[in-house]
C-alpha cells in the first residue's frame, strides 16, 4: 500500500541572479512500513525536502500526496491539523515544551486536537522507550539520549501514517545514537510505521532498507538495500 507519493516536486528561492533551486524535479513513493534513508551533502536538498513532505514549507512546484490525499491544497489551519494527524515529525534539536513533563509532552499533539488519549497506547510507548519511570521528569531533567526518545514518543502517539526524522542522531554521542536508531528501526518493524530518515551518517543510512541520495537538489540514486 503506497502511503507517500512525491511528484516533480522543487523549491526555488529567490529571482535571476540570486535563485537558488533547493530542490529540482524530484519524484519517488513509499509504501506501508517502508524504512528509507535521505543522504547528501549539507546543501544537497535533503533538509528542504523534509520540511516539505511534512507541510512546514509549500514547493514552488509538484505534489506531495499522504495516503492518497495532497498536501498542499489546504487553508493553514487544516495544514496544521494535517501535520498532528498525519505526520511525525522528529528533529535533531528535540524541540520539547521545557515546563512539560515526559507524558506531557508526548501527549501534546493529541491535547491540541481534542482527542483522548488512550493510556493502554500510551504506557506501551513509554515501556518501549524506557521512559516509565521517567514521566513526571522535566527535559532539563533528561539525559540528551532519554530527550530524543520523548521526541519520538510525541511523533508516534496519534499513528501517524508517515514518520520523518531529520537528523535524529546528530546531536548524540555513539551509544546514544545506536539506542535512537534501534528504538526507530523497532517502532517500524513493530506499528508498520512509514519512515524516512534525513542524516549525513553513512552508517545511520546503511541500518534502513532504502537509501535515497541527492545532490544539488536532485535524486541522484535510489537503493534498495
Request: no cysteine; charged share 30%; net charge neutral.
Amino acid at each position: 500500500m503506497e502511503i507517500l507519493r512525491v511528484e516533480h516536486l522543487s523549491k526555488i528561492y529567490g529571482k535571476g541572479e540570486t535563485e537558488v533551486r533547493a530542490l529540482d524535479d524530484v519524484s519517488f513513493t513509499m509504501e506501508k512500513g517502508e524504512l528509507a534513508a535521505v543522504v547528501g551533502k549539507s546543501g544537497s536538498g535533503k533538509s528542504t525536502l523534509m520540511h516539505l513532505l511534512g507541510g512546514v514549507d509549500r514547493p514552488t512546484g509538484g505534489k506531495v500526496l499522504v495516503e492518497g490525499q495532497e498536501v498542499y491544497g489546504r487553508t493553514p489551519e487544516e495544514m496544521a491539523i494535517f501535520r498532528r494527524r498525519k505526520v511525525g515529525l522528529v528533529y535533531q534539536f528535540y524541540n520539547l515544551i521545557p515546563v512539560l513533563n515526559v507524558v506531557e509532552n508526548i501527549t501534546l499533539p493529541l491535547r491540541l486536537d481534542g482527542q483522548r488519549i488512550n493510556k493502554e497506547h500510551l504506557d506501551e510507548l513509554l515501556e518501549l522507550l524506557d521512559l516509565s519511570d521517567r514521566k513526571k521528569h522535566l527535559p532539563k531533567q533528561l539525559s540528551g539520549g532519554q530527550q530524543q526518545r520523548v521526541s519520538i514518543g510525541r511523533a508516534l502517539i496519534h499513528a501517524p501514517a508517515l514518520l520523518l526524522a531529520d537528523e535524529p542522531t546528530g546531536n548524540l554521542d555513539e551509544k546514544n545514537s545506536q539506542e535512537i536508531m534501534e528504538l526507530i528501526k523497532y517502532s517500524n518493524r513493530r506499528y508498520k510505521q512509514t519512515t524516512l530518515i534525513v542524516t549525513h551518517d553513512e552508517s545511520i543510512a546503511l541500518q534502513t532498507g532504502r537509501i535515497i541520495r541527492m545532490e544539488d537538489g536532485r535524486i541522484v540514486s535510489d537503493e534498495k538495500i
